[in-house]
């Protein structure tokens, strides 16, 4: 989002989201933004023009606050241990906030409504996998594990990690062990493999 938002329409950007997480874009009326927001209804189409200008500017300005988070937990040292990144992504995930998730939610249900857009869950999953895939270039050219494409570890890891934790934390399908241990699970398949040697 190139725009900064002034006080009123962060407020009215946030009474959106409220009402998006809540029940979605067709209860998102303008009239249920503007008393959600604690302003009057013209106020929304003056700062927005109208409804879709206001929920494309709702979804960014929450994205990109979600996308700096994300930046921050998939940041890595170069001393940095490949079981330490991996573990703490995986617990850092698991702590974003329920506005947050509620980000990655909107954005997965988006899917279904805006095919052949850049999507929000593009944008979340290319700050991912390019942080993680510049980190395992750097575990590589350190000799710390075998030479392989950098770019698909990335997206099996992404898929172990973040998608575990969507499933978990925002479709409540929980594993039936504890954080610490499903975490030194993920890590044991990662280095081990599932086959019998």
């Given at each position: 989002m190139?725009?900064?938002?002034?006080?009123?329409e962060?407020?009215i950007v946030?009474?959106?989201?409220?009402?998006?997480?809540?029940?979605?874009?067709?209860?998102?009326?303008?009239?249920?933004?503007?008393?959600?927001?604690?302003?009057?209804?013209?106020t929304i189409f003056?700062?927005?023009e109208?409804?879709?200008?206001?929920?494309?500017?709702?979804?960014?300005?929450?994205?990109?606050?979600?996308?700096?988070?994300?930046?921050?937990?998939?940041d890595?040292?170069?001393d940095?241990e490949?079981?330490?990144?991996?573990?703490?992504?995986?617990?850092?995930?698991?702590?974003?906030?329920?506005?947050?998730?509620?980000?990655?939610?909107?954005a997965?249900?988006e899917?279904?409504?805006?095919?052949?857009?850049?999507?929000?869950?593009?944008?979340?999953?290319?700050?991912?996998?390019?942080?993680?895939?510049?980190?395992f270039?750097?575990?590589i050219?350190?000799?710390?594990?075998?030479?392989?494409d950098?770019?698909?570890?990335?997206i099996?890891?992404?898929s172990?990690?973040f998608?575990?934790?969507?499933?978990w934390?925002?479709y409540?399908?929980?594993?039936s062990?504890?954080?610490?241990?499903?975490a030194e699970?993920?890590m044991?398949i990662?280095?081990?493999?599932?086959?019998?040697n």
């Open positions: 190139d725009r900064k938002l002034d006080n009123t962060e407020k946030i009474a959106t989201f409220n009402i998006l997480q809540k029940e979605g874009v067709t209860k998102a009326t303008t009239k249920r933004i503007a008393k959600e927001a604690g302003v009057n209804e013209v003056r700062k927005f109208n409804k879709s200008n206001l929920i494309n500017v709702t979804k960014d300005y929450h994205m990109n606050i979600l996308i700096e988070r994300l930046r921050e937990i998939f890595y040292s170069e940095e490949i079981e330490d990144y991996l573990t703490n992504n995986f617990r850092k995930m698991l702590e974003l906030s329920d506005n947050d998730l509620s980000v990655i939610k909107i997965m249900e899917v279904r409504d805006i095919p052949g857009k850049k999507l929000l869950i593009s944008n979340i999953t290319d700050v991912i996998l390019d942080q993680m895939e510049a980190f270039k750097l575990q050219e350190k000799g710390n594990i075998r030479e392989l950098a770019r698909s570890l990335s099996m890891c992404f172990l990690t998608q575990s934790v969507v499933l934390k925002v409540n399908k929980k594993p062990v504890e954080n610490k241990q499903y699970n993920i044991d990662l280095k081990n493999g599932i086959l019998k």
